[in-house]
């Protein structure tokens, strides 16, 4: 009955009943967990609406408002904890409809937030200008769920995560309320709907930071030992005449798994990615022999990114590093810790042995660099897992959790400022959007 109401209330907005439909926009990557594959595999929406545009979507929360249909806001799908699953059926709400450049200018650009990522970017380097930071995912990730969903990415060696200020101008947010509200957050308010999962509004539009223009050179660095690698990252990201996109660590073990750099890297070597623009080509070639490193490959990304038979170095970062594990082994999953030293990752690696492959993003970080490590574990079991997790966290390095699916239970040292709380109390009173990723959100009327 109520599933009807919401539909006759949207009117002619788009909707899709298709079953194999629905169970493709029900799900994202959250099958890196095996914890998560087990408790998402079978849930699914009921219906899936496809808005046009910010009006559309105001009539999505109206009727949602009216009628207690929950929403799932989604973007390209491409998150790995669970985010546009929906916990409670109801309507999934695919908003890549919502793809349009409001507003271009040097410096900075609003954009609806269904936009693909590598789409915005296409468009912004026709006016010179690029993205400080994306996910390794952009050619089908949003922009809005990149914010809803996200930290940082490719660029965050130089500019942080999107939490650091500057990295996000402006968000666009609906109430979903009978008579909806369009809110306007402005910087640092944009942590209100960072990373809560769709649950604190639905964005519609966002404004965001660019800058010129760089022809970025992919580099791959070689070391036979790990502890060298490191080295390297580190004395990179001190590097404050090297311009960077990225520097991201992989073991020899698990850089075995990268195929198509497989004539590059030797057997057995860690490897370091790295983005630089050209003029920082020498000084890491300088700061890799001194660390006992070698250049292996040189060249130009956007002639990778050309090339079909080509991989972009990108992805070998971030969870495209798990993913390349996870497509050709069964049996291993992931976690995500802040490392604060080297000596706390050698340390780790020493007590863990082979039943981690170690994987470490170089991140800005509180005004610094951060090692941001996603190790590559094999799978042991729950019990196995709580271990590995504390033994982490004994050693100093905490652990935002990927194989749960509420906020606040996966968030940790990525938790955002801010009262999302009492946002999301303000702009869904009902508890509609996303319901259950909110562990803490109670209805103000419940009982």
């Not at 949003?142 to 996200?150: I, M, S």
């Not at 698990?254 to 983005?275: K, S, T, W």
């Amino acid at each position: 009955m109520a599933l009807s109401a919401f539909l006759e209330r949207l009117g002619d907005v788009p909707i899709s009943r298709d079953p194999a439909e629905i169970r493709r926009k029900s799900k994202d990557y959250f099958w890196f967990s095996p914890v998560l594959a087990e408790e998402l595999q079978h849930l699914e929406a009921e219906v899936i609406v496809t808005p046009r545009d910010r009006a559309d979507l105001l009539r999505v929360a109206a009727a949602s408002a009216a009628s207690g249909v929950p929403l799932t806001a989604r973007g390209g799908g491409t998150g790995n904890y669970g985010q546009c699953v929906p916990l409670a059926g109801g309507a999934v709400v695919d908003l890549t409809g919502l793809a349009r450049i409001r507003r271009l200018e040097a410096g900075a650009v609003e954009v609806e937030a269904g936009i693909a990522m590598f789409d915005l970017e296409t468009r912004l380097r026709a006016e010179g200008q690029e993205l400080r930071m994306f996910p390794t995912t952009w050619h089908t990730a949003t922009l809005g769920g990149f914010v809803a969903g996200g930290t940082g990415g490719v660029g965050s060696v130089h500019w942080g995560g999107l939490r650091e200020p500057g990295n996000l101008l402006a968000a666009e947010v609906i109430t979903v309320e009978e008579t909806p509200r369009v809110l306007t957050l402005k910087g640092q308010q944009c942590n209100l709907v960072n990373r809560t999962f769709g649950t604190t509004g639905l964005i519609s539009a966002l404004t965001i930071p660019t800058r010129a223009a760089v022809d970025w050179q992919d580099m791959l660095v070689t070391f036979a030992e790990l502890a060298d690698a490191i080295a390297f990252g580190q004395a990179l990201c001190r590097a404050q005449g090297v311009e960077k996109r990225l520097v991201s660590l992989s073991c020899g073990a698990l850089a075995g798994y990268f195929r198509p750099f497989a004539g590059q890297i030797p057997a057995g070597h860690a490897v370091v990615a790295v983005m630089v623009a050209p003029a920082g080509c020498l000084a890491v070639e300088e700061l890799a022999a001194a660390h006992r490193g070698a250049v292996a490959l040189q060249r130009a990304n956007a002639a990778a990114e050309a090339d079909p038979d080509s991989l972009p170095i990108y992805e070998i970062a971030f969870n495209h590093a798990t993913q390349h594990v996870l497509r050709r082994a069964r049996g291993y999953t992931y976690l995500q810790s802040l490392c604060p030293s080297a000596e706390v990752l050698l340390a780790l690696r020493a007590r863990l042995g082979d039943e981690v492959m170690w994987h470490v993003e170089f991140i800005g970080f509180d005004g610094g660099h951060a090692m941001n490590t996603l190790p590559v574990l094999r799978w042991g079991g729950r019990q196995r897992l709580a271990e590995v997790i504390a033994l982490f966290e004994a050693e100093g390095a905490p652990v935002a959790n990927p194989h749960v699916v509420t906020v606040e239970d996966g968030s940790r040292y990525k938790r955002l400022p801010g009262d999302q709380l009492g946002f999301k109390q303000a702009v869904d009173p009902a508890g509609l959007l996303n319901p259950g990723k909110m562990r803490s959100f109670k209805r103000a009327d419940a009982a």
